[in-house]
């Protein structure tokens, strides 16, 4: 666990917990905006999650598609999506980036009967602890966008982090960091609110 207990709100299977006087007072829930216009492709936020949370995935034979791997899996945290459009006889690509969106009310944590098997902390990030899974996979059904994957392996669930290790003293997350072009934005969640509208009106 990279976070002391102590900045835990929410947890499964438990109760609503009153948060720790510390984590009361904790004002910054951090956030991930992606502008995905300034977005080449490069894949490097894949490489980066996959290098910082040492996990490996079979890439294996992908035909006629850029995406590789196909799919988000137990060991592939963040996938980045090509979808092939034709806009004005020219061919384009529409890239979005595929991940957990760590929920301000997530639905994994609520469908989870696992107690502490997943817990948001006050910084926002919702994260799974693996030793308390049991591998039901009501997280997997309880997320509206899919993204939590079971491992076959270990019978349990997985996902990305947001790289808590890193936030929770002071770094971006592993994807933002290594961006070549900006499109990622790590910031406090009012702040990407504010972008966010802004970029929308203007």
Not at 36 to 55: F, L, M, R, T
Not at 143 to 166: G, Q, S
Request: hydrophobic share 30%.
């Amino acid at each position: 666990m990279a976070m002391e207990t102590q900045d835990i709100i929410k947890r499964s299977a438990t109760n609503p917990i009153t948060p720790a006087p510390r984590a009361r007072d904790y004002k910054a829930e951090v956030a991930k905006l992606i502008d995905v216009s300034s977005c080449v492709g490069c894949k490097a936020c894949q490489v980066a999650c996959s290098e910082w949370n040492d996990i490996r995935d079979e890439v294996g034979h992908c035909v006629g598609v850029y995406d590789n791997p196909a799919d988000l899996s137990a060991k592939s945290w963040t996938v980045m999506r090509f979808s092939e459009t034709d806009q004005n006889g020219k061919l384009e690509w529409l890239i979005r980036k595929d991940g957990c969106m760590h929920c301000e009310d997530p639905g994994c944590l609520k469908a989870c009967p696992s107690a502490g098997a997943i817990i948001q902390y006050a910084n926002g990030i919702v994260d799974f602890q693996q030793d308390n899974c049991i591998g039901c996979g009501y997280c997997i059904a309880g997320c509206p966008f899919n993204i939590p994957r079971l491992n076959k392996e270990d019978n349990r669930v997985y996902k990305c982090t947001l790289c808590v290790d890193r936030v929770s003293v002071g770094q971006e997350p592993a994807c933002v960091k290594t961006c070549p072009t900006g499109p990622f934005t790590s910031a406090p969640r009012k702040r990407c609110w504010r972008w966010r509208s802004s970029a929308w009106t203007n």
